[in-house]
Nanobody, 121 residues
Framework: QVRLVESGGGLVQAGGSLRLSCAAS????????MGWFRQAPGKGRDIVAA????????SYADSVKGRFTISRDNAENTVYLQMNSLKIEDTAVYYC??????????????WGQGTQVTVSS
């Protein structure tokens, strides 16, 4: 059983930056592709960024390209999401997720508990 714990959320002004972290335990971290999702009030949970087990091939939602960067440290069992130039519409609960290689992001194997990011004007 893999446990994912997010941290780093908070309140920030528009144009500011935050870095989210997700610490994994209980499994072989390098066996999993990792992703960040977000869910705004009244909306569905959408993938924001993902990175493969080898730390290659990062991918991003169009809405965050050029502003967010996903990275991972397999030695530290941690995945990061650096968020720059934050916009009010980035306000959401951000979730870390893990899936085994070859499976789909439509049904991740594990979820974190989420961390709130609020961007103010």
């Amino acid at each position: 059983q893999v446990r994912l714990v997010e941290s780093g959320g908070g309140l920030v002004q528009a144009g500011g930056s935050l870095r989210l972290s997700c610490a994994a335990s209980g499994g072989t971290f390098s066996a999993y592709d990792m992703g960040w999702f977000r869910q705004a009030p009244g909306k569905g949970r959408d993938i924001v960024a993902a990175i493969r087990w080898s730390a290659g091939s990062p991918s991003y939602a169009d809405s965050v390209k050029g502003r967010f960067t996903i990275s991972r440290d397999n030695a530290e069992n941690t995945v990061y999401l650096q968020m720059n130039s934050l916009k009010i519409e980035d306000t959401a609960v951000y979730y870390c997720a893990a899936k085994l290689r070859g499976s789909s992001w439509s049904r991740p194997d594990y979820w974190g508990q989420g961390t709130q990011v609020t961007v103010s004007s």
